[in-house]
């Protein structure tokens, strides 16, 4: 790659982040402003950025770490094995590669609320008390990367083609926006297998910690029996306490303070 080539394709990825915001702010934006008026959080600059990173640069850097540890691990599994995954149908190869990766997204985020090490990078993420929109990617980029990488490499070192995901990784990237928007919505008995929203903001309720780790894949909590609807609908916002007070302040100290380890 040249270096105007190199150049055309950090302003293409650049390009794609703010895409991808700008689409996220036009669907739930108004949406959260019709439908919680003053009660609906305004985004902060400091997690659009968080949202145009890693939605763009991020996702690529994880692309690029994925294909090199694939590289040199590739070895590990008998060619057999890729032989035989390569002959399956192409629906078959995708759902084993959605599948993997949210059983991937489910044990680590669910080791991440019982482990010390992997709390104190996941915590950034529950500074999210009051749900939206914008504050879905408020993440740590130790938390992003090894969510993101291990999501994906076990699909790649069987030989599946990833890019025959893409777009579903792209309707996923959009429904995590929607999850962590203040929209009070639920599936009702579908909730169980497909997260939404309202079982989501559950899981960053300060009441409830320790339940609903999946990803989208509700069903997998049903199955650890970590699952848990809240009794009734939540509270859409509730009123600033002092811990909330607090978390603005000094996110990452609070969120380990009045949050430790929830035993999941
Ligand atoms: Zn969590
Ligand atoms: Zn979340």
Redesign the pocket.
Known sequence: MNSSDALGFALGVLLSGLIFVAASALIFWPLEELLEGDRAARPKFRDLAYLWFYQSFGLWAGAGIIYEIAFLVRGILPHSWRLFVQHQPFWLQAAAAILLAEVWIYSLHRLSHTWAFLWRFHRV?HT?VDMTWSA?SRQHPVDFFVTVVGANLPAMLLGIDLRSIALFVLWERLYTVM??SNLDLDWGWFSKVIASPRV?RH??SPACRGRNFAGILSLLDVLAKTYQTPDGPERRREPASEASEMAARAPAKVAAASAPLDRG
């Open positions: 993420h999210v879905s999850l962590h989501h899981h960053h």
